[in-house]
């Protein structure tokens, strides 16, 4: 079985989780000029529409109170090696997507970590132990619906689909969930 981690929010919850005065209010991380762009936005930011890859005017056009951070991405990255350790204590087999996101190949561990939801449960119970952030876990037989059972587990959860239920987990979605699917 394939695991995706996604960290939730994560430039976002790395500054809400550094500066404490920023806990629970809307964070917007990335380019803050004219021509800037949304590297991340908190939950509390997406509340009001905010999302990554949009136009920073359009995020303060539809988040005024929003907390806008041009970000730190040498800290962003020192946490990401971090969780990666945390990902390779799972198994070797660790395929990073991004600073903030993974696929674990889970296959021959369970001996090691049982079953892979518990290896699931135990990844996250570690990163919020270690790290103090929140990562998503989606798990499946194949990369891609390991990273939609991710996506369909945020904020801060754990879905898994078995081989037997990737087409009851798939149908009724709509073709753009499907990764590299883009807008039809």
Do not use: N
């Not at 005024?64 to 087999?93: H, K, N, Q």
């Not at 891609?144 to 945020?154: D, L």
């Amino acid at each position: 079985m394939i695991l995706h981690a996604d960290m939730d929010a994560f430039y976002a919850s790395v500054e809400q989780r550094d500066r404490p005065e920023l806990r629970g209010r809307p964070v917007i991380v990335g380019g803050t000029g004219p021509r800037g762009v949304v590297a991340a936005a908190s939950y509390e930011a997406r509340r009001f529409g905010v999302r990554s890859a949009i136009p920073t005017a359009q995020a303060r056009a539809l988040c005024p109170e929003g907390v806008f951070l041009r970000g730190d991405m040498r800290r962003y990255a020192r946490e990401s090696e971090r969780i990666f350790e945390i990902f390779r204590r799972f198994t070797p087999l660790v395929e990073g997507l991004s600073l903030d996101e993974a696929f674990l190949d889970l296959s021959g561990t369970e001996r090691l970590h049982g079953p892979p939801a518990e290896a699931g449960r135990r990844l996250r119970a570690l990163v919020r132990a270690e790290i103090d952030l929140a990562v998503s876990v989606g798990i499946g037989p194949v990369k891609m619906v390991a990273k939609i059972a991710s996506e369909a587990a945020k904020p801060d959860g754990l879905l898994e689909v078995p081989a037997d239920g990737v087409r009851a987990f798939l149908d009724p979605l709509p073709v753009e969930r499907l990764w590299g699917v883009g807008p039809v």
